[in-house]
């Protein structure tokens, strides 16, 4: 896992992306936000969604959700941690690039920063492309704007191709 030493700031507000199509996919969500909890204080969780694969579309339908919480970790400490977390959960980080895992997270939004190094984008670059991603993030941040694209989250989902096949399915874990 980790070091999960804390920067001496303030916490701040995160989004993630949680999605699965591999094993039991809720148990898979539930666990990752259990050990998400280490380091990031959860406040807010979206339904769940059922959402068709994309890029690599032979394979099982994902489960989707969102959370938003605060964490004193800086960006590139957050991502290892997550790192950690989705290979503790079997999830093969060398593996097909959009191919079937237990369980992918992404961090979307950092606050209001924008940070565009080698391993990690913020805002999440393909996040305003992705149905998927923009309906369970919509249901807890549909009045965050996009650091970048200067658009609410809500407009963004209202506005996305795909929009009609990512389905609701639960109101949480």
């Known amino acids: 896992m980790a070091e999960l030493t804390p920067t001496p700031s303030s916490p701040v507000t995160v989004h993630l992306a ?3 199509n591999m094993g039991d996919r809720a148990a898979n969500l539930a666990e990752a936000i259990r050990r998400l909890g ?3 204080e959860i406040d807010a969780q979206s339904a769940l969604y059922e959402t068709a694969p994309m890029y690599v579309t032979d394979q099982p339908a994902f489960l989707n959700m969102a959370v938003r ?3 004193r970790l800086e960006p590139q400490a957050l991502l290892r941690f997550i790192k950690g977390i989705e290979s ?3 999830r093969d980080l060398d593996g097909l690039r959009f191919g079937p895992r237990p369980i992918d997270i992404d961090i979307l939004l950092y606050a209001d920063r924008v940070l565009a190094e080698p391993e990690l ?3 999440h ?4 492309e992705r149905a ?3 309906c369970p993030l ?3 941040a549909a009045d965050v704007l996009h650091p970048v694209l200067n658009r609410r989250i809500g407009a963004l989902r209202d506005e996305v191709p795909g929009r009609e096949t990512v389905l609701r399915i639960a109101e949480g874990l």
Do not use: K, Q, S, W
């Open 18 to 20: 949680l999605g699965g």
């Open 38 to 40: 280490e380091a990031v």
């Open 69 to 71: 919480g605060t964490t």
């Open 88 to 90: 503790t959960l079997g």
């Open 121 to 123: 984008e913020i805002p």
């Open 125 to 128: 670059p393909r996040m305003a």
């Open 132 to 134: 998927f991603v923009l």
């Open 138 to 140: 919509a249901d807890i």
